[in-house]
Structure formats: C-alpha cells, structure tokens
C-alpha cells in the first residue's frame, strides 16, 4: 500500500506525526535541548519527508542541498563582514548570494523536469510538490538573504540547518522567514498546553482537506471536466463546490502545519484569516495566503540592504500577486489568474476601492465574492477555452447541454451548507473557550485510544485459543 492512499493521508500518517513530536516533546521538556533534541527533530523532519514524498534519489538530493547552503551561507557572512564598510559593492558576496538563490530555484526545477519522483509516484508530484518541494526553495532563500542582510548568523551546525530546512510544519504550512523560526528553534521549552493545541489545530486541518475539500472537489473536478455539457444549475453548483474546495485545501494544510509546529513548541504565522468575508480584493490577499505573500515581498528583492524592503506601492503589490500565480502553476490559466488579481489590485489602488467603500457593505462583499469566484474558474480549468465554455454555463448559453444529469447527493449538500458557514467567523465568542475546547478533545483522543486498545487487546485473548482449536480440527480432519 502507497503512504498516498486515503488510509494514509487521512488517518495513520497525522496519529503517526502526533505520537513522534508527542515524543519530542517530552525529551525537550524533561532531557533539555541538546543534541538529543536536535536529533530528534531532525529525525521527525526527515521521517515526514519521506512520508510526503520518499526516493533514495531525492533523499540523496537534499542532503547535498543542505550541505551546500551550508558552505554558501558561511561564504555569503565572511565576505559580507570583510566588506561590510567598504566600498557599496559587496561584490563577492553578492556572487555567493545569487549562487544560492539560483540553485535553489534549479533544484525545484530538476526536480519538476527532470523527474527525479518518478514510477509510481508521478501521482504525488502533481499533488504534494506545490506544498512541500518549492518550500525547501523558500526556506533556504530566506535563510542566504537574512544572513546578507545581516538579520541572522550562518548556522554553524549542519544538523540545525537541516532542522529548519526539512521541518515538517514548515513544508505543510507554508514558507516563513529564517530568522524567527531560528530563534524558536534555539530557546523553544513545548507545553502541555501547546501540544493540546496543536492537536486540536491538527484535526481541523485533516477534516478540512479530506473531508470538505476532498468531498467539494470531487464534484469539481466532475464539473470542470467537461463544460461544455453543464446547465446553469451544475455549473453554479461545481463553481461553488471549486470556491469551497480552494479555501478548504489551503486552509487545511495550513492548520496542519500550524499545529504540528505548536506540538513541538514552535509558533508558526497564520496563512488564512477568513478571506471570504473581505469587500476588496486587497483586502483579500490580505487575508489569502498571507504567509506566502508575505514572503514575496519581503524577498522578491534579494538586495544585501537590510532596510531595503520598500513600502507596498501598486506596482509591488501586482508583482507579488503575479508570483503568487506562478506558484500556483505553470500553465496559460495560472498566468490568466494572476494577470486578473493583479489588474483589479492595480484598478482598486487608482480609485475603485474608494468608490466601494461607499457602497454599502453586503454590495462589497458581494462584489468580492463574485470577483473570487470568476478567478477560480480561470485558475481550475484545464485551458483558457475550457474557462470560457464554464463561463458560458454559468450564464445559462451552453449550446447543447445535457439536461438529464445526476443530481447532487445529500452529501454534497451537506458539505456546501457546512462549507459556506465555517468560511465566516460567524461565532467569535468561541474562542475564550478554547483552552477548554483543547482539554476536553484531548481527553477524548486518549479515552478513545484506550478503549480501542482495551478492546483489541480483549478480543485477541478471546479469539487466541479459538482460533488455535480452529486450526487443531482443520489440521486433525485433514489428517483423517
């Protein structure tokens, strides 16, 4: 059985990941942080790698990657402090530093082209490389241009590299800068409250992606297939199935990596903060993704200036957008999607923003919806053709669909309403109880998991001798 099967992804691999930072967490907090701590860490950093993706190929990859940000990084401060007050130029660490952003990006590259995942699971590639190969780029990025920059010291341990760069929480939730993710690493003492926290934020992240985002986008998927034969009906229904899908997914992982992190006493950044409920596609983005865009404009600019990360202006902001797309895919639709977000970033900052803001605000909030909703229809099709002919569903102007098609199941129904409600912070007042909320779903976990092994462990020593007799007469009349 591949560790990509549902099984895997939805059950056996978090209880897994639970039970080992679990672990962890106990050597950190009763056996200090020393080197047993480290190895621990870079145990379970490695373990989920090879869950996510596996390979000798790839294993033997990173390896070498990490040994050579290692060398780069100590090369980028020794120059850089050589020259630090000499002439503006920094011109030979300016060299290691574009040899380090480069091979970073020619590594997710080989990767993507060249096929080093292959056989059984080019499945994978397409799924798990937006959310775990192109981080590993992000994260030693981050890390050569904080240390020219001078935010950070090059990493003297190659183990703690290893650490930050192969990080579980990290290549699930999203890329974040070296710096703080250093200093967490350095002092971090988990607690009994943040493992139950984390296991809480795990939970809703696996029911967000395997559960509303897996049922929403199999009816997706269906629509998107074949456009051309959808009525008005299905095509708004698989639209809003897509939106669901998008947020669901993102968001989920992003739950997980949040708390994974928090299991080992690592406070990793928000990514999603309901970005359905905005009245502005700025406002969205603000939202959307924050680590990633964020990440985009504080490094699209590599320059060694440590004050030089300039104010959002229009034009930065449409960039980020752009790059946001490209990550999202390579194709005509992802660089459609991003021209689109980046064109009404551009429009809304020459004016049309402040005329929504004196729309009410149910009409703002309609505009955003629609806005996002139109995106996902350019981002989710297989071709920019494809998206037209949905668009034409959606107005009702197919020329021949199908009028006889299945209907959509209680289910579907059931995942869309509980959808629409759990994208809006309709209960704000929950939170002061969620400290409680943590205690009561952990002592729940630990109950169940107790009777189910009370329970295996009755049924085996029940069933032990019967079965032996069972096999003693099968055994016996065979001999007869």
């Known amino acids: 059985m591949l560790f990509l099967e549902p099984i895997w992804r939805s059950t056996l691999i978090p209880t897994g990941f639970a039970l080992i930072l679990l672990g962890v967490s106990l050597i950190v907090r009763y056996w200090g942080r020393g080197a047993v701590d480290k190895a621990a860490l870079l145990a379970a950093a490695g373990l989920g790698v090879a869950f996510m993706i596996g390979g000798a190929a790839f294993a033997a990859l990173i390896a070498a990657f990490v040994l050579i940000m290692h060398s780069i990084a100590l090369a980028i401060e020794r120059t850089a402090g050589r020259n630090r007050d000499a002439a503006h130029g920094l011109p030979l660490a300016r060299v290691w530093l574009a040899v380090g952003v480069s091979l970073s990006v020619t590594m997710v590259a080989a990767i993507s082209v060249a096929g080093v995942i292959t056989g059984s699971l080019q499945y994978a590639r397409g799924m798990l490389l937006p959310f775990g190969v192109s981080y590993f780029a992000f994260h030693a990025i981050s890390y050569v241009v904080d240390v020219s920059r001078g935010r950070a010291r090059a990493e003297r341990s190659r183990s703690q590299l290893a650490v930050y760069l192969l990080l579980l929480p990290q290549i699930v939730g999203g890329p974040v800068a070296y710096e703080g993710v250093a200093r967490q690493l350095a002092r971090r003492s988990p607690s009994i409250s943040d493992y139950s926290y984390g296991v809480r934020r795990l939970l809703i992240g696996v029911w967000k992606v395997f559960v509303m985002a897996a049922l929403a986008g199999a009816h997706a998927d269906a629509a998107f297939a074949k456009p051309g034969e959808l009525t008005a009906f299905t095509a708004w229904v698989g639209l809003i199935s897509a939106t669901l899908q998008m947020y669901y997914g993102f968001s989920g992982y992003s739950d997980m990596g949040v708390g994974l992190g928090r299991m080992i006493g690592i406070r990793l950044p928000e990514n999603f903060r309901w970005p359905y409920v905005g009245d502005s596609v700025r406002e969205f983005w603000r939202r959307w993704h924050i680590g990633l865009s964020a990440w985009f404009r504080e490094y699209v600019d590599v320059s060694m200036d440590a004050d030089h990360v300039p104010p959002p202006s229009t034009g930065r902001e449409a960039l980020v957008v752009l790059l946001c797309g490209a990550w999202y895919g390579v194709g005509w639709t992802a660089v459609a999607w991003g021209l689109c977000h980046a064109m009404l970033i551009v429009a809304e900052r020459r004016g049309v923003e402040a005329a929504l803001k004196r729309l009410p605000a149910l009409l703002r909030h309609v505009y955003l919806v629609l806005i996002v909703m139109g995106s996902w229809v350019i981002l989710r099709s297989a071709t920019l053709g494809s998206a037209m002919q949905f668009f034409r569903a959606l107005a009702g102007m197919n020329p021949s669909p199908l009028r006889v ?76």
């Open 405 to 480: 098609q299945p209907a959509a199941s209680a289910a579907l129904w059931m995942v869309l309403g509980a959808g629409a409600i759990g994208c809006a912070p309709l209960f704000p007042t929950i939170r002061r109880w969620t400290v409680a909320i943590d205690a009561l779903i952990v002592s729940l976990l630990m109950m169940l998991f107790a009777s189910l092994l009370f329970a295996w462990r009755c049924v085996r020593i029940i069933a032990a001798p019967v079965l032996r007799g069972w096999r003693w007469s099968l055994s016996r009349a065979g001999r007869l």
